[in-house]
């Protein structure tokens, strides 16, 4: 099967779409891939060196002024031309979008040339280029029941998160806590803000940390490479407090109790996928408010706690970290929802149905 995929911008778009290649590779290694992207943004460096073939184009999103959203639109169907070239040379026998304005041309070119086609929307409410393609394309996958409100019901299926395939097939090593001075008979709670981290949480947790000393848990503060320096100029790891640049992801929370992340898709799918109780701080930053209506459908289902960041406070953090900490039935509860809510088996199922849609399944 050779197949293209569409992605970019974030992680939340480029990592799930990886996920989905190597799942399918894993189970046909005659598979191939075309991947296409932006020229300047992550996906350009990331893509290549997981491996994969590479074509980058020149738009932009459909924001700000009307003249600037004229000429996106505009960039967008010069570059739709430009992708039909490139299918028509690669022949996919389906072409996969995983949002971002990155995907408009690509999949309208691919439905343009009658190519199947799918799209993947990794948040509870949807982003605006997967809304834009939803009538054009033959299939949609979603994350959350929410997404069948946004899409035609007759082509969408609530499949998940392919990140939440891999997390779930994640061996827990508890090597990894000798790593970080850690011990295996303690409650652990990971604390972390994306690779990146946030300056402005680390703050609030420098304040926490002191709050935090001689609990009966203890602290994995994971604050991102380029807060560290900083963090640890005003605290430094202590016995039950410890303060990092990074962590391995996804293998260091299987070994949490509770995790403090954020509400990215992606952090979603893995926690679920792992049965992870957890209390999630969405960003602010980031558009549609993506990640408070991730949170809150995880907190809808008692699988999370949300603190908003213009409502956390060390003294909030640490209150809320000792009230599930102390309470093993909620933590048993809380885990038990979040099971319920993952997805482990998102890439096989979407594989089944890339199968159907290219007529492998007969």
């Known amino acids: 099967m050779r197949i293209v995929i569409a992605t970019g911008g974030t992680g939340g ?21 075309l991947f296409i992207g932006s020229t300047n943004r992550m996906e350009a460096t990331e893509i290549p060196n997981a491996g994969y073939a590479y074509k980058g184009i020149d738009v932009i999103g459909m924001n700000g002024s009307i003249l600037s959203k004229i000429k996106a639109f505009y960039l967008l169907k010069r570059a739709e031309q430009e992708c039909k070239k490139i299918l028509i040379d690669f022949k996919p026998n389906i072409v996969i979008g995983f949002g971002n304005y990155i995907s408009v041309p690509v999949l309208w070119a691919a439905s343009s040339l009658h190519i199947p086609t799918m799209i993947h929307e990794q948040n509870s409410f949807a982003g605006k280029a997967n809304k834009m393609l939803a009538k054009s394309v033959d299939a949609v996958v979603g994350c959350y029941e929410e997404n069948l409100n946004q899409f035609p019901q007759s082509k969408t299926k609530i499949l998940g998160n392919p990140r939440a395939s891999e997390a779930a097939k994640v061996q827990k090593d508890k090597s ?54 900083s963090f640890t100029k005003s605290v430094t790891s202590t016995a039950n407090v410890h303060v990092v640049p990074y962590i391995e992801g996804i293998e260091m929370m299987s070994l949490a109790d509770l995790v403090v992340v954020r509400g990215g898709a992606t952090t ?95």
């Not at 778009?13 to 891939?33: G, N, V």
């Not at 960041?309 to 000792?322: F, G, N, P, R, Y």
């Open 176 to 229: 990894l806590l000798a790593k970080y001075n850690l011990s295996d008979n303690v409650p652990l709670v990971v604390i972390v803000m994306g690779s990146l981290g946030s300056e402005s949480v680390n703050e609030v947790l420098k304040e926490a940390c002191g709050y935090m000393q001689n609990k009966e848990y203890q602290a994995l503060i994971v604050t991102g490479k380029k807060g560290y320096d």
């Open 268 to 362: 979603s799918a893995e926690i679920t996928a792992l049965g992870l109780p957890s209390i999630i701080i969405p960003s602010p930053y980031v558009p549609n408010n993506h990640q408070v209506l991730n949170a809150l459908a995880l907190q809808n289902k008692n699988a999370a706690i949300m603190i908003e960041e213009k409502d956390l406070t060390a003294t909030k953090l640490v209150e809320q970290i000792q009230e599930i900490i102390s309470n093993p039935k909620l933590q048993s509860e809380m885990a038990k929802e979040a099971k319920n809510l993952g997805r482990p088996h998102a890439s096989q199922d979407m594989i089944r149905w890339i199968k159907n849609l290219v007529g492998e399944d007969k």
């Open 13 to 33: 778009h480029i990592y799930p779409a990886l996920s989905l290649a190597k799942a399918i590779k894993e189970e046909d290694s005659s598979s191939e891939f």
